[in-house]
């Protein structure tokens, strides 16, 4: 188990990564915000993740239990999830103050949209805000992947 | 992943195992009959556990994926799991035609039910009945452990 600490924005319009990512499908077999359960293929492997109450005055931080699984059984279960698989693409963005965010590359249903998120070991600490960020969305309910799975960027009437 | 063949049965009216079983404690992080995502502590050891749709025409048959997991892990993910934890005492009741019966004692909320299963290795496998042996209850949502959380024996109008 752990405590996801994160902070998340949006880009500035136009802004891409540099590199090529890596490939991310992921499904919820459940998406409450109580508890969310996600399967997820990255990368040619599998991983089951359970999560903890998602928003609220401590949006930051969040339990978080991952498990590889085979792949094959990550398939599976991608076709036993609920509808509205995601699919976007992971790039690791390093910056100079040390930190690295990690910047989705939404495709499919979510095409258009681009999120940056940065991991942090306490929520105090601070970080370099680079010039491609735009706003902040933490905690913002339309931005949780269990959101955009329901209710795809596509379909957002204000963006 | 495998895909479970199992029928249940109610037994006779103050029928209980000869021996004592081992301790389970279970919770749902999902329990809709599309996909259940289960959590259990057996004997010391933690298990996440993901079935696929339950009940139908094809009641006895099921996707299911397991894998063990911490056991502290399990404990913390019971205490995010939907309302409703199950216990129950699993006995292995092996009778002579070479199959052993499951034997569910339940406790808490569930006292006084107890449930036999038989798992099968084709549908059309035959198996003995033993004179313990009640109603069969195979795809009786009723039944369903994921039922039991939520609407436990205690509350039933009809036993």
């Not at 036993?80 to 495709?107: M, N, Q, S, Y």
């Not at 998120?117 to 960020?133: K, Q, V």
Request: charged residues 35%.
């Amino acid at each position: 188990m752990g405590v996801e600490i994160e902070r998340k924005f949006r880009v500035r319009a136009g802004w891409r990564p540099d590199s090529a990512g890596e490939e991310i499908a992921q499904g919820y077999l459940s998406s409450v915000p109580e508890r969310t359960v996600r399967v997820r293929l990255r990368g040619g492997r599998g991983y089951l993740t359970v999560k903890g109450k998602n928003g609220g005055a401590d949006a930051a931080r969040r339990a978080e239990f991952e498990y590889e699984i085979p792949a094959a059984d990550a398939r599976a279960l991608l076709s036993l999830a609920e509808p509205g698989v995601i699919e976007k693409e992971r790039c690791l963005v390093p910056v100079a103050d040390g930190h690295t965010w990690e910047v989705d590359v939404f495709h499919g249903e979510n095409e258009g949209l681009v999120v940056a998120e940065i991991e942090l070991g306490a929520e105090d600490e601070p970080f370099a805000r680079p010039d491609w960020l735009a706003d902040e969305v933490t905690g913002d309910a339309r931005y949780y992947n269990s959101s955009l799975a329901r209710t795809p960027y596509r379909l957002w009437e204000e963006r």
